[in-house]
């Protein structure tokens, strides 16, 4: 998007220490902060990537928000999948244009967002009314009403009515009892997707899909480490987003073939 920041969008302000404040842009709207005020009218009609200063000489970068920035950002109901992910989630699950996904568990919307901005077609299961809610607001926030998302609320333990799926992505604290239900509604070569806290549930969840029609199981972790780089200063930092949760993948194989994938001798 080349147009200049208009009303209804929204807008992220960085100041010079690398502090980040998220905006929904308005006609005589103001930001507050302690660095004083910042009315919207300055940055209405600028480029994305301008500079502003508020009524106290604060400096802030301005630039529309990525879907990182939203997600780490937006309203939360649930904690939210991360960033770092969010992209091996996309990979893993093999998502493409046109993907009919079910993802059960929505939460804050995090996952939704990167699914649906990915080009699938997405029907999320949630058995809480309020963050069944909460997804919906942020999807819509941030991609607007036109995308191809429904939230029903209810339970993904009791079955999967939508029929002919391509992935089935969870974030469950037992995805084992949703492997079944899964088995019927993919395709044949269906993917699903689970992300997971702890290694006990994983250990589970695997041992669920060695008895089931699924194969090709793996699970991955994701670590994030940020480098400092300023000048000769050249070295990682201090701080890393270690470990937030699991991710395990398997496809959905016919006619019994998982039983000899990866059992075979040489």
Request: hydrophobic content about 40%; aromatic content about 6%; charged content about 20%.
């Amino acid at each position: 998007m080349h147009a200049p920041f208009g009303p209804g969008e929204k807008a992220l302000l960085i100041d010079g220490k690398d502090r980040r404040y998220l905006v929904t842009l308005r006609e005589g709207g103001e930001f507050h902060s302690h660095a004083g005020v910042t009315p919207h009218a300055l940055i209405l009609g600028r480029p994305d990537g301008c500079t502003v200063r508020s009524t106290s000489g604060g400096r802030y970068l301005v630039v529309r928000p990525t879907l990182a920035d939203f997600v780490l950002s937006m309203p939360r109901g649930a904690q939210v999948i991360y960033p770092k992910d969010l992209g091996p989630i996309l990979v893993l699950a093999d998502i493409f244009g046109g993907a009919r996904v079910l993802e059960a568990g929505v939460g804050s919307g995090a996952l939704s967002m990167a699914l649906l901005r990915a080009g699938a077609s997405v029907v999320g299961y949630e058995i809480r009314a309020d963050f069944a809610a909460k997804a919906q607001a942020n999807v819509a926030s941030f991609l607007g009403p036109d995308v191809d998302y429904r939230v029903e609320e209810r339970d993904v333990y009791a079955g999967i009515d939508e029929p002919e799926l391509d992935r089935v992505v969870l974030d469950l604290p037992e995805p084992w009892r949703v492997v079944k239900h899964a088995e019927a509604a993919l395709r044949p070569g269906g993917i699903l997707l689970s992300y997971l806290p702890t290694i006990g549930q994983v250990a589970q969840l695997r041992e669920v899909l060695d008895a089931s029609a699924f194969g090709l199981a793996e699970t991955v972790e994701v670590l994030q480490r940020s480098w400092h780089v300023q000048g000769q200063s050249v070295r990682p930092d201090h701080r890393m987003v270690a470990h937030t949760g699991f991710l395990t993948s398997a496809r959905l194989l016919s006619g019994g073939e998982q039983a000899s994938v990866g059992t075979a001798g040489p």
